[in-house]
T-cell receptor
Framework: AQSVSQHNHHVILSEAASLELGCNYSYGGTVNLFWYVQYPGQHLQLLLKYFSGDPLVKGIKGFEAEFIKSKFSFNLRKPSVQWSDTAEYFCAVNDGGGYNKLIFGAGTRLAVHP | GAVVSQHPSRVICKSGTSVKIECRSLDFQATTMFWYRQFPKQSLMLMATSNEGSKATYEQGVEKDKFLINHASLTLSTLTVTSAHPEDSSFYIC?????????????FGPGTRLTVT
């Protein structure tokens, strides 16, 4: 069965610091990978996704993620965070099967201090 | 952009009663919708996959007789929590997949917070 692990449960940064959130998945076949963000009181929004091609994926709001197949990883990065990036971040994977079920990681709560 | 709504956003009910939660895709058609449950400070757990015009597919450990899912149209899926108990209190989130979309993106609703007293 697929699973997703996010290593950091709670991250606290100052504005302008760099961010990297880890995500590893377990599945031997072809996968589609996603990062979602949930701002306080809001619904989940897609930050970026990887299906195939260039393993370095750029998303909205300056976020990017790199797919490293050999490490089963899809880490999220942002060179300089802002206070408005305070949110919960979820990594998710699906196998591209008929229903495209998403399996989510536990989430990382990011707090950015001014 | 694709918008998914849920109603109600918040509901409080007494133990033993049933509660229906609606999930609607507002500007697109969705043959497939998903229902998730999120406990405080935890991730989303997929409960079931809802397909328009057919029976839902439940994940292992989810009681299909307790969590009734109906996907009667291309824009509406409902989740009914039957004979609710306090342990059913949770945040329920739906998502919908655009039937016309060429990718695998799901669009999420804002969630429904259920409290069973």
């Amino acid at each position: 069965a697929q699973s997703v692990s996010q290593h950091n449960h709670h991250v606290i940064l100052s504005e302008a610091a760099s961010l990297e959130l880890g995500c590893n998945y377990s599945y031997g076949g072809t996968v589609n990978l996603f990062w979602y963000v949930q701002y306080p009181g809001q619904h989940l929004q897609l930050l970026l996704k990887y299906f195939s091609g260039d393993p370095l994926v750029k998303g909205i709001k300056g976020f990017e993620a790199e797919f490293i197949k050999s490490k089963f990883s899809f880490n999220l990065r942002k060179p300089s965070v802002q206070w408005s990036d305070t949110a919960e971040y979820f990594c998710a994977v699906n196998d591209g099967g008929g229903y495209n079920k998403l399996i989510f990681g536990a989430g990382t709560r990011l707090a950015v201090h001014p | 952009g694709a918008v998914v709504s849920q109603h109600p956003s918040r509901v409080i009910c007494k133990s033993g009663t049933s509660v229906k939660i609606e999930c609607r895709s507002l500007d697109f058609q969705a043959t497939t919708m998903f229902w998730y449950r999120q406990f405080p400070k935890q991730s989303l757990m997929l409960m079931a996959t809802s397909n328009e015009g057919s029976k839902a597919t439940y994940e292992q450990g989810v009681e299909k007789d307790k969590f009734l899912i109906n996907h009667a149209s291309l824009t509406l899926s409902t989740l009914t929590v039957t004979s609710a108990h306090p342990e059913d209190s949770s945040f329920y989130i739906c998502s919908a997949r655009d039937s016309q979309g060429a990718n695998y993106e799901q669009y999420f609703g804002p969630g429904t917070r259920l409290t069973v007293t």
